[in-house]
Each structure stands twice: as C-alpha cells, then as structure tokens.
C-alpha cells in the first residue's frame, strides 16, 4: 500500500523560502507521476507543481513557475519542493500525491492529468506573512 508522508511546512515571512519534503513507502519511484498540491482556506485544491520519476520532466502551475522547484530523491525515495520567493498567495495545506500506476510518457505527469493523482498524504501547513 503507498503512504506518502509530507514535512517541512512551517512559517515564513515574504520572500522567504521553505523546502517541503515527500517520503514514499510502499511504491518504487520508477515511471512514477509524482505531484504537490494545495489547498488555500476556502478555496479548492490545486496543483502545483509535478514531476516524472524516469527523466525528471517537471510541469508547474503559473503562479509559482520560476519560484518553486521539484525534484526527487530516489535513492530516500523522496520528492523534494523548493519554495523560494513565497508569498501569502501561497499560504496553504500542501499535499503530496502519486499517478496510482505507471506511466510510459511524461505527459501523463501533466497538469491536464493532476486530477488523476490519489495516494494523497496528510499534508504540511506553509503559512507565508506579508
């Protein structure tokens, strides 16, 4: 059974800079989707930022495109998302989540397919201050 755990939320002041961490059990990190998500109080859940394990093709949101870097691990098995420049826009839970099955094609790690991903963690709260 896959388990994602999130960490390294916290609190920062605009402009700051905060790296969340995604640890993956029970799921090898090969031809994987592998996605960070959040959710704002009151407003619905989206994607952020999403990556695919065989060649490291990365996909990102608009709004956090030049600022935020995902990346992974495969040897901890971790997908890392480096937060530089935050601001309150991105005060939010962050989600990790997987593609529940392998993909042969990095378009399947897209956002057109965020709605796909499941597996979904806990989460870990960044609250960014103006």
């Known amino acids: 059974q896959v388990h994602v755990v999130e960490s390294g939320g916290g609190s920062v002041q605009a402009g700051g800079s905060l790296r969340l961490s995604c640890a993956v059990s029970g799921y090898t990190l090969r031809s994987a989707c592998m996605g960070w998500f959040r959710r704002a109080p009151g407003k619905q859940r989206e994607g952020v930022a999403s990556i695919y394990t065989d060649d490291d093709t990365t996909y990102y949101a608009d709004s956090v495109r030049g600022r935020f870097t995902i990346s992974q691990d495969a040897a901890k098995n971790t997908v890392i998302l480096q937060m530089n420049n935050l601001n309150a826009e991105d005060t939010a839970m962050y989600y990790c989540?997987?593609?529940?099955?392998?993909?042969?094609?990095?378009?399947?790690?897209?956002?057109?397919?965020?709605?796909?991903?499941?597996?979904w963690g806990q989460g870990t709260q960044v609250t960014v201050s103006s």
């Open positions: 989540a997987t593609v529940p099955w392998m993909v042969a094609d990095a378009a399947y790690c897209s956002g057109g397919y965020w709605n796909t991903y499941t597996n």
